[in-house]
T-cell receptor, first 112, second 113 residues
């Protein structure tokens, strides 16, 4: 069975500061891993995904994530936060490339 | 490519009534998914279609829920005899084939009063 734990339901950062969102997963097989972003009253937009190969994955809007198998982690980072990064972020895992299991989400607020 | 389209975006209904949501996937995407998201939670998988065939249903999809995808194009999700616990956002998504990105629509909010 696959599952995701996102550490911290709320993260507040200053504009220009590092954004770090933590995600740990459990999976019985090598997983596919995803980060999605959701703006208020909107659907989910894919930020980045890991399938195979390079463990450091770059996504849209300056985000990147690193797959660490030994730590079963897939943390999301962005070096410098922008006001437009305020949103809810979801980490997801899939063992079969069609059924995603999502974490509970982390809400990011950006202080001016 | 206009993205995944869902209708209606918002629905308020009285307990016990039936509701139906429609999803139009991205053109030529042969996989279509339904997820449910409640406040403060991540989306939960409900069901998915490969063309017109419904290949998997979650245990979350009680007998009051039915999803169809006639002709492998648009899909409908019907909830019969709605209950207050059905209040949630219902997300539709689609993807072209195995191993590709899943694209989500903007969701249909259901409020049962």
């Amino acid at each position: 069975a696959q599952s995701v734990t996102q550490l911290g339901s709320h993260v507040s950062v200053s504009e220009g500061a590092l954004v770090l969102l933590r995600c740990n997963y459990s999976s019985s097989v090598p997983p596919y891993l995803f980060w999605y972003v959701q703006y208020p009253n909107q659907g989910l937009q894919l930020l980045l995904k890991y399938t195979t190969g390079a463990t450091l994955v770059k996504g849209i809007n300056g985000f990147e994530a690193e797959f660490k198998k030994s730590e079963t982690s897939f943390h999301l980072t962005k070096p410098s936060a922008h006001m437009s990064d305020a949103a809810e972020y979801f980490c997801a895992v899939s063992e079969d490339d069609y059924k995603l299991s999502f974490g509970a989400g982390t809400t990011v607020t950006v202080r001016a | 490519d206009t993205g995944v389209s869902q209708d209606p975006r918002h629905k308020i209904t009285k307990r016990g009534q039936n509701v139906t949501f429609r999803c139009d996937p991205i053109s030529e995407h042969n996989r279509l998914y339904w997820y449910r998201q409640t406040l403060g939670q991540g989306p939960e998988f409900l069901t998915y279609f490969q063309n017109e065939a419904q290949l998997e249903k979650s245990r979350l999809l009680s007998d009051r829920f039915s999803a169809e995808r006639p002709k492998g194009s648009f899909s409908t999700l019907e909830i019969q005899r709605t209950e207050q616990g059905d209040s949630a956002m219902y997300l539709c998504a689609s993807s072209p084939n195995m191993g590709n990105t899943i694209y989500f629509g903007e969701g249909s909010w259901l409020t049962v009063v």
